[in-house]
């Protein structure tokens, strides 16, 4: 255990926390605080090696091995994992972590006495509704890509296409940009209405612009806010919805930003934490914005852990700042009075060296990884793969290394979900729509070296 850890263990009284149970299908989303928090625990259940890992370094965690079992919800519900919460509570209330509330979760917990470390489900699907926010956009005067809402109907739906006329239509929810789509012309605009008839959709003007990605923190009266990160898209071979379609995240790329950008994207996001503190929301969140040099738009809310997260969080503890994650998880313990502590606050002009790219299943169907790499530290030597070390997380890489996490054998994944992902210390973007040629070669490897099947 670093330096930085030890600093950041210091400042909390573990045994106001109790246990903690991060409950998600993917083990790799559970990564953050598992050596911070004293009595932590990872509940998953798809094939990845890390799990192995975990184990060896004595983290607690319960895998159920069963791919059917896609949400948190179905893993909460399980006999065996409502078990195994009780048991290792010892009668102490159990903390229920994970990344979107939903209504079995809040029964679950309400029906067996454990704390849900998360807003009540009502208030999150509200806020993260496209359609709804338009309006919480004009009533709080930011911009939102002069949006407005629709009913797809072929015989109302009249827009005046030109060739510099576009359009983005966006369903209420989605995962991963497959809610978002690009309408250029008529042909695009009767293939979404034949498909999404008499629905109620988000329609907005086509800005071109980079996409930036904000992490923040509502914290007791505080709003905590991350530098913008830069968001990958448009990349068909790493995400299906290559339009809107998020597939990684460079925060080296952001530096690019002017300094009048960067002052309004924190502004518009204190305005944001502010409305929905008095909403009585608490803790993480994250919020999208399409950057042109004339202007910033505020594009959706993701009122919920963030699914960066895990990255992020361990870029905090190397950085030795109190993670976002740890703060949220505070604000929920309404027991503690940990989170009154006057915490240093990010400083915003702060950027951390790092990048991930994330591969996701582009296929319409499940697919089933017949080949795969064993999650840990890599280089490329003589055009080959070299395995440096066994680990699920980065430790200060080199530029010459990165890390692989990556799902076992057998595992089967559903459409838009991640399978394997791919993590480096320094920026990987050299323009918004290309990759460096040194990571350009990374990828090339790692996708030659796994394999699927249909």
Not at 348 to 370: C, E, G, H, T, V
């Amino acid at each position: 255990m670093n330096n930085n850890y030890k600093n950041i263990k210091n400042q909390i009284n573990n045994k106001q926390i109790g246990p903690v149970f991060f409950i998600t299908p993917n083990p790799v989303y559970a990564i953050g605080l598992e050596r911070i928090i004293m009595s932590y625990f990872v509940i998953c259940s798809q094939k990845y090696d890390i799990v192995q890992y975990l184990r060896k370094e004595k983290i607690s965690i319960l895998f159920l091995n069963n791919n059917n079992v896609k949400n948190a919800g179905k893993i909460l519900n399980n006999k065996k994992v409502i078990e195994y919460i009780k048991k290792n509570s010892k009668n102490v209330k159990a903390n229920i972590i994970t990344f979107k509330p939903s209504p079995m979760i809040q029964k679950i917990c309400d029906n067996n006495g454990f704390n849900y470390l998360g807003n009540n489900w009502k208030l999150s699907e509200k806020l993260e509704n496209k359609i709804k926010f338009v309006e919480i956009t004009k009533k709080l005067e930011i911009p939102n890509a002069d949006s407005k809402t629709i009913k797809l109907d072929k015989n109302k739906c009249s827009l005046n296409f030109s060739k510099n006329n576009k359009f983005v239509i966006q369903l209420s929810r989605g995962y991963s940009g497959n809610s978002t789509f690009l309408i250029k012309d008529k042909n695009d605009l009767e293939k979404i209405v034949a498909k999404y008839k008499n629905r109620k959709v988000k329609l907005s003007k086509y800005f071109k612009g980079e996409t930036y990605t904000i992490n923040a923190c509502v914290v007791g009266n505080k709003i905590l806010i991350s530098s913008p990160i830069f968001q990958i898209t448009g990349f068909s071979l790493y995400n299906r919805n290559d339009f809107g379609g998020t597939c990684g995240n460079d925060y080296v790329y952001s530096q690019k930003l002017k300094k009048e950008q960067r002052k309004q994207i924190f502004n518009y996001t204190t305005i944001v934490g502010e409305y929905i503190k008095k909403l009585g929301y608490k803790g993480i969140f994250g919020l999208d914005f399409v950057v042109s040099e004339k202007k910033i738009n505020l594009i959706e809310i993701n009122p919920r852990v963030i699914g960066s997260m895990p990255l992020f969080t361990k870029l905090q503890i190397q950085n030795n700042q109190i993670p976002f994650l740890l703060l949220s998880i505070l604000e929920f313990i309404t027991s503690s009075d940990i989170k009154n502590n006057n915490f240093k606050e990010w400083d915003k002009k702060d950027s951390f060296y790092a990048s991930q790219l994330m591969l996701r299943n582009i296929r319409s169907k499940p697919i089933k990884i017949i080949k795969s790499l064993k999650s840990g530290i890599y280089e490329i030597k003589a055009d080959k793969l070299v395995l440096k070390e066994k680990t699920y997380y980065a430790k200060n890489l080199k530029n010459s290394e990165f890390l692989i996490q990556c799902s076992s054998i057998g595992r089967v994944v559903s459409p838009d979900i991640e399978y394997a992902n791919i993590q480096v210390g320094y920026g990987i973007m050299k323009n918004e729509r290309q990759f460096k040629p040194c990571f350009e070669r990374i990828v090339k490897n790692v996708l030659k070296n796994i394999k699927i099947s249909i």
